[in-house]
């Protein structure tokens, strides 16, 4: 039984300002309108034999998962939440573990193959270009994951690209496409790379990965015991919250933080690699996403209202204003409603040391876009100053805020279109377009639409002290604690 796995925990900090914690590149529509790339990874599993994929992300971000899963016709997901990022090796023996689960309580296959559980290991914010292809490499893959090989897919190789990590390629194996693995050797430097192009015994590791649940766990038995130990414990005391699994938070923190890269595969004698030649880009850096979208005449990547005169290979997005270059080359310039990049294409893989600065120096840039995405829907912060913030406020259909209130802030909503249905203690009343609502510093209230569309508002915040955990949840909807924001 092949069951997909989508690996959705990363933060994506080189493509910053698009891509933010809160709000990381999975989620970002950045190839296709309107498709983000984790639903792209769901999408390309379409016509394969699977079971249920599994999703696994951070806690903060299981509504945006939830809605992005919801929006695709004909596809689910189960959805396991981390209450802090491990990175892949203790992700995938959730999953194993998971899995195993899933095959004690089906009935027993016909087939014997079927009767283990094969995972597929899929990072949730890849390009892959050539669905066809990919899915001839997943089952070309599948006898030697059944043979008890943990297989990782390597792509060969255009050039000397020292952010990758690169998989050197041994002998093939008999009756399969697969390949013994000699060695897995981490980013390289230029020159390094540039010899593994040329040898042609070098691939570019992937991220992807296929094995036996059976047999991945038996290699953390000899190469990472505590990670097997905390995922065992997390999963066993994990609870179902709404649509989600949600680990234990202590027993899976006692997990160590590495890779499978790291903890597994550069230790097992098990591994191999069979190659994807699909169209693969990791979009891990902007020249990557420019390298999947159509330049003009002068080798520029325009998106949004750009004017430029003179300037040529360069990547200029704009998302809210009009964005003009003049007389440059090579760079990088990303406009959105709350900070502006411009970096030379050279200096782009040091993009995660200004995030690192923005951290230090106490911002919220690289947490937050001005636009923050709920699970009633959203809003964007429009203004501020001292004692005062003006939101507009975007409930959708159906979608209803907590009930809550605040200690230190009074609220006045305005209604631009919409119906409203608000709570103000004992009080209930409709509000529809030009009326308003004020909430006093301490009134128990919530807000609710109440119409066939979504409804827009203007609050103005008021009060000494205006940060977003200053709500006291009484209930809601979503399942979220009384005192949180998330």
């Not at 001839?136 to 994951?145: K, Y």
């Amino acid at each position: 039984m092949l069951f997909p796995v989508i690996m959705a925990g990363g933060h994506g900090t080189r493509l910053w300002p698009l891509s933010r914690q809160q709000h990381p590149k999975q989620f970002l529509p950045l190839l296709t309108p309107h498709v983000s790339l984790l639903q792209s990874t769901l999408a390309r599993l379409a016509g394969l034999d699977i079971q249920t994929p599994l999703l696994i992300c951070h806690e903060e971000h299981r509504f945006l998962a939830a809605e992005q899963v919801r929006q695709l016709p004909d596809i689910q997901a189960q959805i396991m939440l981390e209450p802090e990022g491990r990175n892949t090796a203790p992700a995938l023996a959730l999953a194993a573990l998971y899995a195993e689960q899933q095959i004690a309580c089906t009935p027993v296959p016909h087939k014997a193959e079927d009767a283990d559980a094969i995972i597929l290991a899929l990072p949730a914010d890849h390009a892959i270009t050539d669905t066809s292809a990919f899915q001839a490499a997943i089952r070309a893959a599948l006898p030697l994951a059944n043979a008890g090989k943990l297989v990782t897919f390597g792509i060969k190789p255009t050039h000397g690209e020292t952010g990758y990590g690169y998989i050197q390629c041994g002998e093939a194996i008999t009756d399969t496409t697969g390949f013994e693995v000699s060695q897995f050797v981490e980013k390289p430097a230029q020159d390094t790379a540039n010899h593994y192009v040329a040898s042609g015994e070098y691939y570019w590791n992937s991220g992807i990965f296929m094995f036996n649940a059976k047999s991945y766990l038996q290699e953390l038995v000899h190469c990472q015991p505590q990670i097997l130990a905390a995922c065992e414990a997390a999963l066993a005391q994990s609870e179902r919250d709404l649509d989600f699994i949600r680990l234990h938070k202590e027993a899976f923190l006692a997990s160590p933080n590495i890779s499978i890269d790291y903890g597994v595969m550069e230790h097992t004698p098990h591994a191999a690699m069979v190659e994807l030649n699909a169209g693969w880009n990791d979009v891990g850096s902007w020249s990557a996403l420019a390298q999947q979208l159509t330049p003009d005449a002068q080798g520029n990547t325009l998106r949004g209202d750009v004017l430029t005169q003179q300037v040529s290979q360069s990547l200029i997005m704009a998302e809210h204003r009009l964005v003009a270059a003049l007389g440059v080359q090579d760079v990088v310039i990303i406009e959105t409603k709350d900070a502006v990049l411009v970096a030379h294409k050279d200096h782009e893989q040091d993009i995660k040391q200004l995030v690192a600065q923005l951290a230090a120096d106490g911002r919220s840039e690289h947490i937050l876009h001005r636009e923050c995405h709920r699970p009633w829907g959203k809003f964007d912060a429009i203004d501020n100053g001292e004692h005062y913030q003006v939101k507009r406020i975007t409930v959708n259909v159906g979608g209803r805020l907590s009930l809550q209130r605040h200690q230190h802030r009074a609220e006045h909503w305005v209604v631009v279109s919409g119906t409203a249905k608000v709570t103000q203690g004992e009080q209930i009343r409709f509000v529809t377009k030009n009326q308003s609502v004020y909430i006093p510093v301490g009134e128990l209230h919530a807000l609710e639409n109440a119409g066939p569309t979504p409804l827009e508002l203007i609050e103005v915040q008021t009060g000494a002290y205006l940060g977003e955990d200053d709500i006291e949840r009484f209930a809601d909807s979503y399942g979220r604690e009384h005192k949180a924001v998330s």
